[in-house]
């Protein structure tokens, strides 16, 4: 089978992380007899520099026409100082509206190998997080309406049921691969937004009886996560609690450079990223660490391709690399085996 994935490679270490995926991808079609066909597109500081915009149309059109995207990361003190409607991130948000992705995943994985690099104290770090954060991604208070006036500020956060009822059927579907277990969080007890999340929530949960159900508020869950992060599987909640919840989750597990993401829609085209951004300080040095991209590319196999074994693949030969004692620099202590960016890439290539 073929398929054409956009690849933009952004900005700062975002090729040189890019190139190991391509790499690995390239051994997964070998192996399993796939053709990745890749189309290299501009956004972010390396659009504004060629076409003096973040997010030229043609990226769009490209990315429209692809299969899936998979990006690095973009931004760079280079252009911290441009108009805040020209800023390279406007690339992110312009890409997941254009092309209607409402749901964003974040898997939460800790290795047991790099359990060390949690920074709970050691009673609290858990053996064997596995934790996936969906969050509500084109609504809610990051959406609506927002003034200034003489003497205050305000945000409207607001919800169809259309757009809560899209994203937890998503999550639902997702705990059904996972263990069965789905914790949504709102903040019931104040919010008319959240109340109608709990009521969405619970006529959902009727389609899918398997599924154990829990409520939580946001402050209890953000508590949650500290004191006993692995009663966790699948966790849904709207676009703003996700976004602090899905960032406090990835820093329990420590590894930065570990951590992929996807964004999708209604269709199978979905946006894969690593959730750390460009690295400018380790830019073009050969250290950055590219298995949060590399286990990007093993999201898109899994939830664009629908190509599970290819997808289990890639994260075992993450998880032996990991256990055979490679490590990049950001993940790397005495005794382990130091490799740079391309050399990490070979050896899962070689896993594969
Ligand atoms: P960052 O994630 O780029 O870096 C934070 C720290 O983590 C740095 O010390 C960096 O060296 C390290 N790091 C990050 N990724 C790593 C990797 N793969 N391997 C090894 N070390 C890694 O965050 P920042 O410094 O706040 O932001 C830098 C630039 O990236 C800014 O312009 C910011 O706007 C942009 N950014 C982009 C995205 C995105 O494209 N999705 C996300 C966040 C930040």
């Not at 920074?119 to 053996?127: D, G, Y």
């Not at 757009?163 to 919010?191: C, G, H, P, W, Y």
């Not at 999340?197 to 996560?225: F, G, H, T």
């Not at 989750?249 to 829609?265: E, F, K, R, Y």
Request: hydrophobic fraction near 40%; charged fraction near 25%; aromatic fraction near 6%.
């Amino acid at each position: 089978m073929k398929y054409t994935i956009a690849l933009v490679k952004g900005d700062g270490i975002g090729p040189d992380i890019v190139t190991e995926a391509v790499k690995v991808l390239g051994k997964v079609g070998k192996k399993y007899g796939h053709e990745f066909d890749f189309v290299e597109t501009l956004a972010g500081g390396s659009a504004i520099d060629k076409y003096g915009i973040p997010l030229p149309d043609e990226t769009v059109k490209k990315c429209k026409e692809a299969d899936s995207v998979l990006l690095g990361a973009v931004g760079g003190p280079k252009w911290d100082n441009v108009e805040s409607s020209k800023r390279p991130e406007k690339a992110l948000l312009g890409l997941r509206a254009q092309l209607g992705l409402f749901s964003n995943l974040r898997p939460a994985v800790m290795y047991p190998e790099l359990s060390s690099a949690c920074p709970l104290k050691e009673s609290l770090i858990p053996e064997g997080l596995d934790i996936l954060v969906v969050r509500e991604l084109t609504g809610g208070i990051y959406f609506g309406e927002k003034k200034r006036t003489e003497t205050g500020a305000y945000d409207v956060m607001s919800y169809e049921r259309s757009e809560i009822e899209r994203v937890v059927r998503r999550a639902f579907d997702f705990a059904m691969l996972r263990r069965k277990k789905l914790t949504s969080v709102d903040k019931a007890n104040v919010l008319e937004t959240s109340r109608l999340w709990r009521e969405v929530v619970s006529e959902v949960s009727k389609d899918y009886p398997s599924v154990e159900v829990n409520n939580l508020y946001v402050d209890n869950a953000a508590m949650q996560l500290v004191i006993n992060p692995s009663q966790f599987d699948v966790i849904v909640t709207e676009n703003m609690f996700g976004d602090i919840l899905s960032d406090e989750a990835s820093m329990i597990t420590g590894s930065i450079g570990m951590l992929a993401s996807a964004s999708l829609g209604q269709s199978n085209v979905g946006l894969y990223e690593p959730i750390h951004g460009s690295a400018p300080d380790i830019a073009g040095k050969n250290i950055a660490n590219p298995i949060a991209t590399i286990l990007s590319a093993a999201m898109m196999l899994r939830y664009s391709f629908s190509l599970k074994n290819e997808a289990e693949a890639i994260e075992n030969a993450v998880k032996k690399a990991i256990q055979d004692g490679y490590r990049t620099k950001d993940i790397c202590k005495d005794g382990d085996k130091l490799l740079g960016t391309t050399e990490m890439g070979d050896v899962i290539a070689s896993y594969i």
